[in-house]
């Protein structure tokens, strides 16, 4: 996702392809008073520029058309949207937002949304299950979440030597707890930020190749579970749950199974029941610890601090 997106041209979208790999390219600076743009008739004509050039490349996964812009520019925002859905109907604009707490006033300007909770080290890393939760309640569950879970070390921004010094970046337990917490609470994509401040952090002592490996591990544990989290089966729901507000939840199902996906985002160790309309004649835990204590059909799962958990369920 690269943010200026003016210097991505078709060599590049090509190397992006070659590798694998998607881009959801920015057209999110062409307002007036930017990039010379004077008059509205300047931005539409920028933005379709951009969009006409490159819309039938097969890289372009999204356009990324709002970073953490204000919601007082609604009218503006809202133009950008109905032109991109003329220009490029095939494809969704996604926007970035700190204003977790008023998503529902951004509605109508973009089809898919993430919030960004940078926590660590200031903050708990449970801010990312808050700000998930509010997020897709900001959109009534009507559209997709793309979250962006924190990777980087704000000392890439902040880096004069009184604050640098008690900087950190998030530890892989953080890094992976944040991520299942916006999974859980209901996000279906993840962009993690970011790769270029990673390679920023080498100036102030940090090497990227120290930390790129942690990324590409986490990254690489999502991804086994794809399949699950993709899949549109029907699974066995819970009658009952008795969960503190710390620990999130969600079902999924495939090939028959039934999936219950669930994190910790507290530092402490919390504890939640889950009682189902049957029982199960396999119960395994593939991701986490096995700490579930099993009374016919009821679950009851004890975490450890920040832990996430998936709990497959075999009728």
């Known amino acids: 996702m690269p943010y200026d997106s003016t210097n991505v041209g078709t060599q590049q979208l090509d190397l992006a392809q070659e590798r694998g790999l998607k881009v959801i390219y920015s057209v999110k600076d062409f307002f007036v008073g930017k990039h010379g743009l004077k008059t509205e008739e300047d931005e539409r004509r920028k933005i379709a520029e951009y969009v006409n050039r490159l819309k039938d490349h097969p890289a372009i996964i999204a356009w990324y058309t709002n970073d953490e ?11 950008h949207q109905e032109w991109m859905e003329e220009l490029d109907p095939g494809r969704p604009t996604w926007i970035v937002l700190y204003q977790v707490d008023d998503v529902g006033k951004y509605l109508g300007t973009f089809d898919v949304i993430g ?11 449970g801010r990312a299950l808050v700000f998930t939760r509010k997020t897709v309640e900001g959109t009534l569950g009507l559209k997709p979440v793309w979250m962006v879970p924190q990777i980087f070390n704000w000392s890439a921004y902040r880096a004069r030597e009184d604050t640098s010094k008690v900087m950190r970046g998030p530890s892989l337990t953080e890094m992976r707890s944040m991520a299942w917490q916006c999974i859980c609470a209901g996000a279906n994509g993840l962009i993690f930020y970011s ?18 490996p942690v990324v590409q591990r986490l990254a690489a544990e999502i991804a086994e579970y794809i399949p699950v989290l993709l899949s549109v089966d029907e699974p066995v729901r819970p009658v009952e749950i008795k969960a503190p507000e710390e620990v999130a939840w969600r079902l999924y199902a495939k090939d028959g199974r039934t999936y219950l996906c ?38 009851h799962v004890r975490f450890g601090g920040l832990e996430p958990k998936i709990i497959c369920l075999t009728p």
């Open 69 to 79: 812009l204000p919601a007082s520019m609604y009218p503006s925002l809202r133009r």
């Open 195 to 212: 790769w270029m401040d990673l390679w920023r952090m080498e100036r102030l002592g940090e090497p990227f190749d120290s930390k790129w």
């Open 262 to 299: 669930t994190v910790n985002s507290s530092d402490e160790a919390l504890e939640a029941d889950f009682v189902f309309p049957q029982t199960f004649d396999e119960i395994t835990v593939p991701l986490g610890l096995d700490t579930i204590d099993v009374e016919g059909n009821r679950l």
């Open 115 to 125: 919030t960004d909770p940078y926590p660590i080290p200031g903050s708990p890393a």
